[in-house]
């Protein structure tokens, strides 16, 4: 049998102030041959802009991730939609790679083949420089390391509760430092999303960042509610400089009104400063 040493993440989708997992987890994993012997990823103590490709149905589109629900086909019905962009996924990842940025995600928000098929053709055009999540299994999650995936992201089974299958589905785990604990032993990264902000530009979780800061221990990357470069600022002094962030919607290249360049620059600063 092949043993499966790639790594991989489990994605937490987060409603506040209930924290919940998916199918989708935001939680970066790497299976190791023995939990109780993992080596401990180091946590930077620099804040890093971690980018996201976001398709449905083939197109790159940033959704209200609440809204998303399951169609008999497995393609999920159409979500409320803040941006569907005219630009291939592999166009974003370009962009990405020519940028210099790293342990950004792609996530398929369905299950259909040309989600699949736009997924595949970003990871082409930025080999080991994407994550990849949505209807990742132990069948094929090998598939798309051998795509180029740096790691798949694949679903975790406080009060944060864990939700699973596209936020509809609330689990009976709480987010806690034991929690995050015992998932470490089976992770690179946490990637987390806060669901109940997810998409809405209303501003982030702080509560949810600074229990990450305070008690993820390994990295971890929060996602919502990002509005302004202020909201940066936020989630860099909640999370004691621990949390990395993914901006969505609000971003010009998705519609929004904050510049990519101005996000790219911070991010930047925030490497430069931690030399």
């Known amino acids: 049998m092949r043993s499966l040493a790639a790594p991989h993440s489990f ?15 935001f939680l970066t994993l790497n299976p190791l041959s023995s939990p109780s012997r993992r080596s401990p990823a180091s946590v930077q103590c620099a804040v890093q802009f971690r980018p996201c490709i976001d398709i449905h149905k083939g197109k790159v589109k940033q959704i209200v991730g609440s809204t998303l629900q399951d169609l008999k086909g497995g393609d999920g019905s ?7 962009s005219d630009k291939s996924a592999a166009e974003y990842a370009a962009l990405y790679k020519q940028d210099g940025l790293t342990g950004g995600h792609v996530i ?3 299950a259909d083949p040309l989600s699949k098929a736009s997924a595949l053709e970003a990871l082409h055009a930025y080999p080991g420089g994407l994550q990849v999540g949505g209807g990742i299994n132990s069948d094929n999650c090998l598939s798309y390391i051998e795509e180029g995936a740096s790691h798949v992201i694949v679903t975790s089974d406080g009060k944060y509760a864990i939700v699973t299958d596209r ?3 609330f689990s009976d785990v709480f987010v806690d430092p034991d929690v995050m604990e015992f998932l470490a032993n089976f992770a690179d990264e946490f990637l987390v999303h806060g669901v109940d902000v997810e998409g809405k530009k209303l501003g982030i979780d702080e509560e949810l960042v600074a229990l990450l800061g305070k ?5 971890v990357t929060y996602a919502g509610g990002v509005t302004e470069m202020s909201d940066l600022e936020r989630i860099k002094t909640a999370g004691m400089d621990r949390v990395n962030v993914t901006v969505g919607s609000a971003l010009d290249i998705f519609g929004g009104n904050l510049a ?5 620059a911070w991010h930047a600063q925030q490497n430069a400063s931690a030399v």
């Not at 994605?11 to 987890?25: C, D, G, H, Q, Y």
């Open 11 to 25: 994605r937490v989708f987060v409603n506040s102030p209930i924290f919940r997992p998916i199918k989708l987890p």
């Open 78 to 84: 159409d979500p409320v939609t803040n941006f569907e």
């Open 215 to 219: 008690h993820s221990p390994i990295p």
């Open 167 to 169: 936020w509809q589905k």
């Open 260 to 264: 990519y360049e101005e996000v790219v």
């Open 108 to 110: 398929m928000l369905g």
